[in-house]
């Protein structure tokens, strides 16, 4: 990984993946009780709370608020677009 990689950090479904991880092996590494809601969470479908997402970045080593925000984006600009061609 490069310098500039290093330091732009991850998401949480990389982070997942990177440390083949499973959503239920997440869920105990976050401290949350069910694998659905460590999914959510990595995918983007829902947004923690303050607590939670400061217990993530402090779990997960390299995963960052900002790309957090970013997969969350990318989830709500599809939504968007789904609907854009539905309509």
């Avoid at 490069?2 to 949480?12: A, F, N, T, V, W």
């Avoid at 401290?31 to 939670?52: D, F, M, N």
């Avoid at 968007?80 to 061609?85: I, L, M, Q």
């Amino acid at each position: 990984m490069s310098e500039p990689d290093k330091m732009r950090g991850m998401d949480l479904k990389t982070y997942k993946s990177t440390h083949g991880l499973t959503y239920e092996d997440l869920a105990m590494e976050i401290g949350v009780t069910q694998a659905k809601q460590a999914r959510s969470y990595a995918l983007g479908h829902i947004w923690p709370g303050t607590e939670q997402l400061e217990k993530i970045v402090k779990a997960c080593e390299g995963v960052t608020i900002e790309d957090m925000h970013a997969t969350r984006l990318r989830y709500r600009r599809s939504l968007r677009s789904a609907h854009r061609r539905v309509a």
